[in-house]
């Protein structure tokens, strides 16, 4: 596929319908918008079997992929620390949990089965860490809760045993949703968050998932505002992983069992990245209503970086605030797209630091910038920028980054000042003003 080394804001229609053709993209018929979800939802009925992959079962397929993983695990993986569990999941021929415990992947760990009333209703059933933080258990009967062990007589409690969430919808409940990466640090985000749920609402997303680690009082107010309306939860990410990437791989893992039945698909991205697509005329939730191809089991965005030189406010203040300070309309020094296959991306980071946007159903094992393992029979399309691509409102000062990393940016291309389109930034500005007053006053 040929990519575009600097493209412009906006291609003329016929480069678009071009490009949205060679994918098998069509925008020939108008596209609904968006319905909130039925209520109730229907289930699956379970099944009496496994789950089977490739023609064989899913655990004795995922020993297979254990043994050809490269695993980025071990540089934080603690022996001895007793296992901890975040979420766990019920789907129609399996069980799946996530593990708030950074351990080795094909680390040997014991699925425990338990009722409402605490009691064990199975014997243990022996499975494996794959991917980073997951365990697959084969369904049991009667289980309302699951538990990870390290062994099969361990004592069980609130630490190590979840209740099960059941993913087994028989309609979507959301076309597409989003799940955020890991909120940790000092720096204010209160306007970070308003600006991103609102620019993803313009793009049709209805879901957010919130993954917590650190956040002040003042920025969790305009994140419970969100939660009232049904649009966000949130999910605390406890402190027994210290390093920021383990974290992220575990919010990446989490979110995508998570999703996987409720949200066709998935945007995976941080607090200060915008995907977008080109043509400002069409929003995400429409352009992934026109993937016809049911191969494609992930759409990956490449990187412009927007030089971002100051930290947002503390609190909010007034309108024309807002107006100086909301990262879309205060900075546009933009680098080109990264794109895939640069020799700088070769020797650093094979996806160029793209962001996905994915099929939950179709996605095995995910990285923070790719997907790196499928179910048998998907693949993933790298984006032209010419159709879409990430505003990344990036730090500059943070860690050093612009000292550390202009050089290379500059390899992509030219730098240029972009913008944030007018058409959806007059509704982005009135949307995040309104909510500012009703969290803020």
């Known amino acids: 596929m040929p990519f575009l080394q600097n493209p412009p804001e906006r291609v003329s229609d016929d480069a678009v319908q071009k490009s949205f053709r060679f994918l098998n993209f069509t925008f020939d018929d108008p596209i609904p918008s968006p319905k909130q979800p039925p209520l109730p939802p229907r289930e699956i009925e379970n099944s009496g079997e496994d789950e089977v992959i490739g023609g064989e079962s899913a655990m004795s397929y995922y020993r297979k992929l254990i043994a050809q993983t490269d695993d980025l695990m071990s540089r934080v993986t603690s022996h001895n620390q007793k296992i901890q569990i975040l979420s766990a999941f019920a789907y129609k021929d399996h069980f799946s949990a996530v593990i708030a415990t950074p351990k080795k992947v094909g680390t040997t760990v014991f699925c425990r089965y338990l009722d409402n009333n605490e009691r064990e209703v199975a014997e243990p059933a022996e499975s494996k860490v794959y991917p980073s933080f997951v365990v697959y258990c084969s369904r049991r009967s009667n289980s309302e809760k699951l538990g990870i062990t390290s062994n099969k007589t361990e004592l069980l409690g609130a630490e190590n045993s979840v209740n099960l969430i059941h993913r087994k919808f028989k309609e979507y409940q959301h076309h597409v949703s989003f799940c955020l990466a890991p909120m940790y640090g000092a720096e204010p985000k209160w306007l970070h968050i308003v600006e991103l749920v609102e620019h993803y609402k313009l793009q049709g997303v209805l879901k957010f998932f919130f993954y917590v680690r650190e956040i002040s009082e003042y920025d969790r107010r305009i994140v419970r505002s969100y939660v009232d309306s049904g649009e966000v939860e949130i999910i605390e990410i406890p402190g027994t992983v210290k390093d920021v990437i383990a974290q992220q791989l575990m919010g990446v893992a989490d979110c995508l069992l998570r999703s996987r039945t409720y949200s066709e698909w998935s945007i995976f991205a941080d607090l200060d990245e915008r995907l977008m697509m080109t043509d400002d005329r069409v929003t995400i939730d429409e352009f992934m209503r026109t993937v016809t191809d049911k191969d494609i089991g992930s759409i990956a965005f490449p990187q412009r970086w927007i030089m971002k030189r100051e930290h947002i406010p503390s609190k909010f203040e007034n309108d024309l605030q ?20 640069h020799p700088v991306c ?41 159709i879409g691509y990430i505003r990344h409102y990036r730090d500059v000062q943070m860690q050093s980054w612009e000292l550390n990393n202009r050089k290379q940016l500059q390899l992509f291309g030219p730098f240029s000042n972009t913008s944030y389109p007018s058409s959806l930034g007059n509704k982005l500005l009135k949307n995040v003003l309104e909510k500012l007053h009703r969290v803020y006053g």
């Open 346 to 386: 070769q020797e650093q980071q094979q996806s160029c630091w793209a962001k996905d946007i994915v099929h939950n159903e179709k996605v095995i094992r995910m990285l923070v910038h790719e997907v790196v393992q499928f179910y048998p029979g998907f693949r993933e399309v790298f984006l032209d920028p010419s």
């Open 322 to 341: 807002i107006i100086e300070k909301l990262p879309t309309r205060a900075w546009h020094e933009t680098t080109s797209a990264a794109l895939k296959g």
